[in-house]
């Protein structure tokens, strides 16, 4: 049965799966940016379309983003929080490159 039909019937629509949220910190947002740059970069599938799609000057831009984030962070982060974006910065820019060949 559609959405429509169970908003014809008056069925309540399918309710998502519940499942728990990751922990909101510096670190998690970091990641999420590194998956949006991942994305981009057509190395991982989009979650909404299940496909794989190539935009290396969003990427570049997303990579730019956490550069510039580390910037304006230094001296207010963990040694745990400036190594994870060091690190994801290194392997994005890496990735970048060989994606751009």
Known sequence: MTEEQKAETGAKPDRPK?????????????LSINSSALLQLGL?????????????PM??????????LEEKTRGNLTSDEENILKNLLYELRMLYVKEKG
């Open 59 to 68: 990427a570049k831009q997303t990579i730019d983003l956490l550069a510039m």
């Open 18 to 30: 519940s499942y728990t949220l990751p922990k909101i910190d510096f670190s998690t947002f970091v």
């Open 44 to 56: 991982i599938e989009d979650p909404a379309s299940g496909q794989k799609t190539k935009n290396l």
